[in-house]
């Protein structure tokens, strides 16, 4: 069964930084692609950052630069370190999990098929 869950979220004012974190279990973690998502209240889950088993990064355009992905294979955990925060950068914000995702570019949601519940990220 598997199992992720989001931590880190809260909120913060524009410039300021936040480090998402997603405990993993049930599955071995390792050989999973991870990916980050947000979304806001009518709109589609839109990707953010990925990374592969290899450790092959992706990011969407808007926060290249700004945000870093990274997982921590002995304690099944991937991060989002999130920093010059925008106001559109304001979002819930899901981990997801995939053995047969692909890093390309910024992930696709179609791609993966284990998500948390989502952490609310609020910028000001």
């Known amino acids: 069964h598997v199992q992720l869950v989001e931590s880190g979220g809260g909120s913060v004012q524009a410039g300021g930084s936040l480090r998402l974190s997603c405990a993993a279990s049930?599955?071995?973690?390792?050989?999973?692609?991870m990916g980050w998502f947000r979304q806001t209240p009518g709109n589609e889950r839109e990707g953010v950052a990925a990374?592969?088993?290899?450790?092959?990064?992706a990011y969407a355009d808007s926060v290249k630069g700004r945000f870093t992905i990274s997982r921590d294979n002995a304690k099944n955990t991937v991060y989002l370190q999130m920093s010059n925060l925008k106001p559109e950068d304001t979002g819930i914000y899901y981990c997801?999990?995939?053995?047969?995702?692909?890093?390309?570019?910024?992930?696709?949601?179609?791609?993966?098929?284990?998500w948390g519940q989502g952490t609310q990220v609020t910028v000001s």
């Open positions: 997801a999990a995939d053995s047969a995702a692909l890093v390309r570019g910024a992930p696709e949601a179609a791609d993966f098929g284990y």
């Open positions: 049930g599955y071995t973690y390792s050989s999973y692609c």
């Open positions: 990374i592969a088993p290899n450790d092959k990064t």
